[in-house]
């Protein structure tokens, strides 16, 4: 899997948008753009995917750089639930993709 | 509904025993993983199956085993725990499919096993 980068901590607001930048510069055109977070004592959980276009879900909103080199991950609003450490992750199309392949990831802190 | 099961959360074995920890799941996924996770440290895959076949990282140790003995269950065997061992063990599920359709699949993670070495 190609790699990611992302700042190791993030502060934020509750109640308050937060947007959780990763950068994938040597991103495949094969790549979806994954992002997982781990909650404290628990299992990574699925937050959302993309492949080129932006996402939304009931979790969060996916928004994907035109060159796909870097996305971002938006919380529209904040919740103390919400802290935890968010991967991104890029995931190919080969039969290795079933495999995720966790870089350092973000540890988002929330302020109440 | 708990998808993914692992038993127990907190396992507690000495230096040199062998240990196993289990993973359930109700998803009937046919792949299953696990992963290591050290303290601050991201998840690490050990290993996966992929139905029956049974696929391993090239730098996971000899010391950890896998077995799975059906669609639903999979086990972790750390024959000789050692103290670096120590970690959070984390099972998962995907769907399988054919190449250019896994890239999209979801994982689902179990709570883990937190392992100590005394």
């Known amino acids: 899997d190609a790699k990611t980068t992302q700042p190791n901590s993030m502060e934020s607001n509750e109640e308050e948008p937060v947007h959780l930048p990763c950068n994938h510069s040597t991103i495949s055109g094969t790549d979806y753009i994954h992002w997982y977070r781990q909650l404290p004592s628990q299992g990574p959980e699925y937050v959302i995917h993309g492949l080129t276009s932006n996402v939304n879900n009931r979790m969060a909103s996916l928004a994907i750089a035109e060159d796909r080199k870097s996305s971002t991950l938006i919380l529209h609003r904040a919740t103390l639930r919400d802290a935890a450490v968010y991967y991104c992750?890029?995931?190919?199309?080969?039969?290795?993709?079933?495999?995720?392949?966790f870089g350092g990831g973000t540890r988002l802190m929330v302020k109440p | 509904d708990a998808m993914v099961i692992q038993n127990p959360r907190y396992q507690v074995t000495q230096f040199g025993k062998p240990v196993t920890l289990s993973c359930s799941q109700t998803?009937?996924?046919?792949?299953m993983y696990w992963y290591q996770q050290k303290s601050s440290q991201a998840p690490k895959l050990l290993f996966h199956?992929?139905?029956?076949?049974?696929?391993n990282e090239a730098d996971t140790p000899d010391n950890f085993q896998s077995r799975r003995p059906n669609t639903s269950f999979c086990f972790l065997d750390i024959r000789s725990p050692g103290l670096g061992d120590a970690a959070m063990y984390l099972c998962a599920t995907s769907r399988g499919g054919i190449a250019g359709l896994v890239a999209k699949n979801i994982q689902y993670f179990g709570a883990g096993t937190r392992l100590s070495v005394l």
């Open positions: 199956y992929y139905d029956k076949d049974f696929n």
């Open positions: 992750i890029l995931r190919d199309v080969a039969p290795a993709g079933n495999m995720l392949t």
């Open positions: 998803l009937n996924h046919n792949v």
